[in-house]
């Protein structure tokens, strides 16, 4: 089986060819060019697939809230205008005549790391990535737990600085408005006379100045209130944290430091992981559900 797995993000696409052992043969990415709106994204993915030959399943993780029944978004942020209410399996699978699985990429990342990576066995864990926003999933009794509409686990949405920083949802104050790699790469710019990207703010001439790290530190704080939060709501035994920006031993190394001594006893049993697919996660996740249809 050759399944053709992508990942839409608001600034990338990544995709690739996984077989039937779930392995990736290969990987691209392009831009998204998400300002166009959802019409020219989907116009884009139908390109790609068309490129390839002899594909058996298409899989799609996406940014936004999705009815993965139906294949649907049934909502996004103004982040990809004209995507919400998208039919994206129908829209895929009437051009193609391919079997398409759709499913929110944090929630395919999650998948992807319980059947494959940091929480292979493990029946209940908390899944967040931190890039432009914050994405989460919930997987409850060894599956994802999706909510009433399909919206379960936008917890980069939950409200930590009443009246704060204004969100591309709309609301005031969301995690993801402080935590977020593009909360950090702003806060650390301002302070800054160059412009420095996530990876450059690590870099050791960058990471060693005071302004920068103690940007960094305040930063990593309010990833930790958020972690803290989640913990106390959830209890759960293990927490996933995924993006680029999670490959920094600084950052991980400082959530254990600190996180432990600002929870009550009996919630410090939380194991917290970064997590062990990578980039991958999320098309390796949307693949393993597509083989299955």
């Keep these: 089986m050759r399944i053709l797995t992508f990942d839409i993000g608001g600034d990338f696409i990544k995709y690739g060819i996984c077989n039937e052992k779930f392995k990736l043969l290969e990987t691209h990415k392009v831009p998204t060019e998400s ?9 884009k993915i139908i390109s790609i697939i068309e490129s390839f030959d002899n594909i058996d399943r298409i899989a ?62 493990e029946d209940n864990f908390i899944c967040l990535t931190y890039g432009n926003g914050i994405g989460g999933a919930l997987f409850i009794d060894g599956k994802v ?28 104050g969301c995690y993801e408005c402080y935590a977020s790699a593009t909360a950090l ?15 450059q703010i690590f870099e050791k001439e960058n990471i060693n100045r005071p302004e920068i790290r103690s940007e960094i530190d305040k930063w990593i704080d309010e990833i930790i209130a958020g972690l803290i939060n989640i913990t106390y709501i959830f209890n759960p035994p293990l927490i996933v944290l995924g993006g680029g920006i999670m490959n920094e031993d600084y950052i991980i190394d400082l959530i ?31 693949a393993y559900e597509a083989a299955k249809l």
């Design 35 to 43: 300002e166009k709106g959802g019409q020219v994204l989907i116009e």
């Design 60 to 121: 799609v993780s996406t940014a936004g809230q999705v009815d993965s029944e139906n294949g649907i978004v049934v909502y996004s942020t103004a982040k990809i205008p004209y995507y919400t209410g998208m039919m994206v399996k129908k829209l895929i699978e009437n051009k193609t005549g391919i079997k398409t699985f759709v499913e929110n990429n944090v929630n395919a990342a999650a998948i992807g790391e319980a059947v494959f990576g940091a929480a292979k066995g």
């Design 145 to 172: 737990y999706k909510g009433s509409r399909s919206s379960a686990g936008e917890i980069g949405h939950m409200i930590i600085h009443t009246g704060g920083k204004q969100c591309n949802c709309g609301g005031e």
């Design 185 to 199: 790469i702003n806060s650390v710019n301002k302070v800054v006379k160059e412009p420095l990207d996530a990876f």
């Design 256 to 286: 254990d430091r600190k996180i432990y001594n600002r929870l009550m006893d009996n919630f410090r049993n939380v194991n917290i992981v970064r997590s062990r697919l990578g980039n991958n996660a999320a098309l390796l996740g949307a």
